[in-house]
């Protein structure tokens, strides 16, 4: 069976934030302003902390996200207010329909880039 990458997608945010569990931006919001309230200026979350990572996901398209058409923006928006950046694991899409582990620098509720694995496990293509 295969699925369109848009499959599920609101671009207004709604669709696209309720795919992501709630519980986990608020546990990054509450680790980001634990790291605010010691001290740390740039808190670092696992690898695809955002919906896991795709090669281990039913739909892999449902667990990306299209950082171009603000699709990350919609998803981290409840961070906004933390006063640190992170760097925030998640599975990416490109227009193209294709997925990469990717990383983005989040702070002062945008995000500022977004960096994709270049080299992923060995055994994989890249």
């Known amino acids: 069976m295969s699925h369109s990458a848009d499959e599920g997608r609101s671009f207004s945010g709604s669709t696209v934030s309720n795919r992501f569990d709630p519980e986990a931006i608020a546990r990054i919001r509450e680790q980001a302003e634990r790291c605010e309230a010691e001290g740390i200026r740039l808190p670092c979350c696992p690898e695809a902390v955002l919906g896991g990572l795709a090669d281990y996901a039913h739909r892999p398209a ?3 996200l ?4 603000g ?4 998803v ?5 207010t ?3 950046a992170s760097i925030i694991g998640f599975t990416e899409t ?12 989040y702070d002062e509720g ?6 994709r694995k270049h080299h992923p496990a060995k055994g994989t293509p890249a």
Do not use: C, H, I, K
């Open 62 to 64: 449902g667990t990306a």
């Open 66 to 69: 299209d950082a171009e058409a």
């Open 71 to 74: 699709e990350l923006d919609d």
């Open 76 to 80: 981290l928006a409840p961070l906004a």
């Open 82 to 84: 933390v006063g640190v």
């Open 94 to 105: 490109d227009r193209q329909g294709r997925l990469f582990n990717a990383a983005a620098v």
């Open 110 to 115: 945008r995000v500022l880039g977004v960096y």
